[in-house]
Nanobody, 123 residues
Framework: VQLQASGGGLVQAGESLILSCVASGTIHIINTMGWYRQAPGMQRESVARITSGGVKDCADSVKGRFTISRDNAKNTVYLQMSSLKPEDTAVYYC??????????????????WGQGTQVTVSS
């Protein structure tokens, strides 16, 4: 299973960005999709998650500014970020939890991470 994230960049405070992440390969069933971030010297933290049924949760620090969504037909998760702040600067990682095919009639559950995309917000 491969996750390809894109959409990061350098923006000014108050501007917006949209991140996307596509899952491909032997993925069979996708349960939860989410975004995490890690700032320099900090631990990785959860930003937002969305279940297969569309239930969402997000960190208090981004509520009202970030929106997570998914397109199940495209195995893609999005993170729409608005009113960006310098403290949102981090490497953003997408995460997928689900099941992959490992044989003709076999599957195994997994927890996969994308390569990370840098988001930098200048003041």
């Amino acid at each position: 299973v491969q996750l390809q994230a894109s959409g990061g960049g350098l923006v000014q405070a108050g501007e917006s960005l949209i991140l996307s992440c596509v899952a491909s390969g032997t993925i069979h069933i996708i349960n939860t999709m989410g975004w995490y971030r890690q700032a320099p010297g900090m631990q990785r933290e959860s930003v937002a998650r969305i279940t297969s049924g569309g239930v969402k949760d997000c960190a208090d620090s981004v509520k009202g500014r970030f929106t997570i969504s998914r397109d199940n037909a495209k195995n893609t998760v999005y993170l729409q970020m608005s009113s960006l702040k310098p403290e949102d600067t981090a490497v953003y990682y997408c995460n997928v939890r689900g099941w992959e095919r490992v044989g003709a009639n076999e599957q195994t559950n997994g927890n996969w991470w994308g390569q990370g995309t840098q988001v930098t917000v200048s003041s």
